[in-house]
């Protein structure tokens, strides 16, 4: 297997002085710690108490380096306690709790619906565009005062290389780049929505991105996000879509996804002048936490 810790870090055109920073992971749908067994030694969980709320994170070690993990549908529950829904889940708690422990560096996963008959089940998509169609919601940490984070680029480019570069040093495919249309959930989405959401520019389909990603720029974190193609939108495959199949065809990605992402976390390189670490700057980077 090549380690891209094995190889110099890819130039940046974007500059800065890459340094080591922390990572975390955030677990969607059907991702489970349990699949870097033998890889990734488990700290122990703890409960980060901040001004949104709190939020569970499970401290693990991978290479001699912190790795944090932080599962979105269970941070705010007890173990063993149901999933949280998409539209329930505390967003503003999981980005402050990990932005107090010193994330600096996201690496997330979600489910989605496929609007491209090309990109079929397990297909792993490395986003670089979002389109919110989410509402009620709390999405942002600014309430209170005018803060308007530059948005031109949702995911950090500077963690998408470093995503990019892995999978292609393990030779995992993965189409680089796709547009994510964030819906409300939790049902399924209408055949006509999705015509429609496929006329605006969608490729895939999900309930969770927003208001995460744009949380994780306001809070000046590197965010990079891969969606797995866990069934084709509704009204383009055959039949109706159940949560059943989306589980399924989730385990299946399982294995490769903890790999690249394990392997990214090894290799990870924070670069505290790229955008996404400097988004709030010209506003006095207010507190988040
Ligand atoms: N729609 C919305 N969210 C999803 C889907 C989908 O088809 N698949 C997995 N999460």
Known sequence: MTHIDDRPPAPDPLGGDPAPGRMAIIGGTGFHL???????????????????GKARITRTELAGRELLFLDRHRAQTEPGAPRIPPHRVNYRANIAALKQVGVTGILASTAVGSLRAEWGLGSLVLLD????????????????????????RPYCDH?????????????????????????????????????????????????????????????????AGISVVTNPAAGTGEGDLTEEEVMEAMA??????????????????????????????????????
């Open 34 to 52: 349990e699949a870097g067994a033998g890889t990734l030694d488990v700290v122990g969980d703890e409960v980060i108490t901040t001004r949104w």
């Open 129 to 152: 565009q979002l389109l919110d169609h989410v509402d009620g919601r709390p999405r942002t940490f600014f309430d209170d005062t005018a803060v308007h984070v530059d948005f031109t």
């Open 159 to 223: 963690l998408r290389r470093q995503v990019a570069g892995t999978a292609h040093a393990l030779g995992i495919p993965f189409h680089d780049g796709g547009t994510y249309i964030c819906t409300n959930g939790p049902r399924f989405e209408s055949a006509a929505e999705i015509r429609a959401y496929g006329a605006w520019g969608a490729h895939v389909v999900g309930m969770t991105a927003v208001p995460e990603v744009a949380l994780a720029r306001e809070a000046e974190i590197s965010y």
């Open 252 to 289: 299946a990605a399982m294995p490769q996804i903890a790999r690249l992402f394990l392997e990214v976390a090894k290799g990870y390189r924070d670069d505290p002048s790229t955008p996404a670490r400097r988004a709030t700057r010209e506003f006095g980077s207010p507190r988040v936490t």
